[in-house]
């Protein structure tokens, strides 16, 4: 079973950086997209950044030009910089995972957590 689990999460004030990291464990074929979506107490479920096999990104409105998504095989890194505290959230990492001769079908991490002081 594959598993994907998320690190760098914390706390920093308005106007600081983090880095999070995700990487995927145990046996997979095949990880197609993979992104990074948070979710805010009363807010939908918000897909922050998003990056392809071949290294196409996609972000939300909310972070562009703030936040950046790498990726480097199985593993991929959101770098987020000026911060706010509308920012602070559960961070989840999830993939689509294709194995083969089978559908693909999306996989999560459990989470990491930042949070933005004002």
């Known amino acids: 079973q594959v598993q994907l689990v998320e690190s760098g999460g914390g706390v920093v004030q308005t106007g600081g950086s983090l880095n999070l990291s995700c990487v995927a464990t145990g046996n997979f074929f095949r990880l197609n997209m993979m992104g990074w979506s948070r979710q805010t107490p009363g807010k939908q479920r918000e897909l922050v950044a998003s990056i392809t096999t071949g290294g196409l990104s996609e972000y939300a409105d909310s972070v562009q030009g703030r936040f950046t998504i790498t990726r480097d095989k199985a593993t991929i890194y959101l770098q987020l910089k000026n911060l706010t505290p509308e920012d602070t959230a559960p961070y989840f990492c999830?993939?689509?995972?294709?194995?083969?001769?089978?559908?693909?079908?999306?996989?999560w991490g459990r989470g990491t957590q930042v949070t933005v002081g004002s």
């Open positions: 999830h993939a689509q995972n294709a194995p083969p001769l089978s559908y693909e079908y999306d996989i």
